[in-house]
T-cell receptor, first 114, second 113 residues
Framework: AQKVTQAQTEISVVEKEDVTLDCVYE???????LFWYKQPPSGELVFLIR??????QNEISGRYSWNFQKSTSSFNFTITASQVVDSAVYFC???????????FGAGTILRVKS | ETGVTQTPRHLVMGMTNKKSLKCEQH?????MYWYKQSAKKPLELMFV???????ENNSVPSRFSPECPNSSHLFLHLHTLQPEDSALYLC????????????FGPGTRLTVT
């Protein structure tokens, strides 16, 4: 069975602080895909990134960076110099090689205060 | 219109009503999904369609009935719902099945009274 755990239910930071959102996954597939989504208060989930299990290179996109470590089955997400607009619920998700569906974690609520 | 649209955005219905939620994607994708998001619960996948064929039905009660007339449109027909069915219903689409990223609509906030 596949499982995604986001142990942090809620995180509060002050603007300009760096923040890391943790994601730990379980799967027996050798090929799998990991995703991060952002859900702002408006409700729509916004796709942020997809990584496949063979690509362990870390990725940086502006203030966002992702650290994928197969050895610890983790795919953590860091926001540098957080801003109020980053306040949202962030979901980590997993898909197997032949799966028809994404398995989502419970989400982490990020509150960035000015 | 671009992306994934959903109508209505808000819906209040009684337990004896029949209503439908509509989703339309303008991305040329082959797969479409319905999710339910309740307060303090993980996202629940309800149905998956690929090329207009249902490929996943996650033990959803029969009071929810999906319909996919073509690859751009997806409906969720609702009848005799229960108050616990009140939730945000999200539609998504992807190029193909789930190893591709999914693009979500804004959701329909459903309240069952």
């Amino acid at each position: 069975a596949q499982k995604v755990t986001q142990a942090q239910t809620e995180i509060s930071v002050v603007e300009k602080e760096d923040v890391t959102l943790d994601c730990v996954y379980e799967t027996r597939d050798t090929t799998y895909y990991l995703f991060w989504y952002k859900q702002p208060p408006s409700g729509e989930l916004v796709f942020l990134i997809r990584r496949n299990s063979f690509d362990e290179q870390n990725e940086i996109s502006g203030r966002y960076s992702w650290n994928f470590q197969k050895s610890t089955s983790s795919f953590n997400f860091t926001i540098t110099a957080s801003q109020v607009v980053d306040s949202a619920v962030y979901f980590c998700a997993l898909s197997g090689q032949y799966g028809n569906k994404l398995v989502f974690g419970a989400g982490t609520i990020l509150r960035v205060k000015s | 219109e671009t992306g994934v649209t959903q109508t209505p955005r808000h819906l209040v219905m009684g337990m004896t009503n029949k209503k439908s939620l509509k989703c339309e994607q303008h991305l040329g994708h082959n797969a479409m999904y319905w999710y339910k998001q309740s307060a303090k619960k993980p996202l629940e996948l309800m149905f998956v369609y690929s090329l207009e064929e249902r490929v996943e039905n996650n033990s959803v009660p029969s009071r929810f009935s999906p319909e996919c007339p073509n690859s751009s449109h997806l409906f969720l027909h609702l009848h005799t719902l229960q108050p616990e069915d009140s939730a945000l219903y999200l539609c998504a689409s992807s190029q193909d099945l789930a190893y591709y990223e999914q693009y979500f609509g804004p959701g329909t906030r459903l309240t069952v009274t």
